[in-house]
């Protein structure tokens, strides 16, 4: 804050008639249908996979370094 109390905001924030422009004029982003996922239902189906493809690799790679730090304590 400034010494005069006054906010001080990011250069391309904008100023209070942008602020009231998205809030009143924009609406809110879930009204879009599908706008998160993806267009369509495959879209949103191979995003799922993906996701799980990730996880089950990040799973993978945890319990190698948890074999490997249990190897390196019995040796």
């Known amino acids: 804050m400034?010494?005069?109390?006054?906010?001080?905001?990011?250069?391309?924030?904008g100023g209070r008639l942008m602020r009231w422009a998205f809030?009143?004029?924009?609406?809110?982003?879930?009204g879009v249908q599908g706008a998160?996922?993806?267009?369509?239902?495959?879209?949103?189906e191979a995003w799922k996979r993906d996701l799980a493809e990730r996880k089950r690799y990040t799973?993978?790679?945890r319990?190698?370094?948890?074999a490997a730090?249990?190897?390196g304590r019995r040796s």
């Open 2 to 13: 400034s010494e005069d109390g006054a906010v001080t905001r990011a250069q391309g924030e």
């Open 23 to 30: 809030r009143h004029l924009a609406g809110p982003a879930e």
């Open 36 to 44: 998160v996922q993806g267009g369509s239902t495959e879209a949103r």
């Open 59 to 61: 799973q993978e790679q």
């Open 63 to 66: 319990e190698r370094k948890r």
């Open 69 to 71: 730090r249990e190897a």
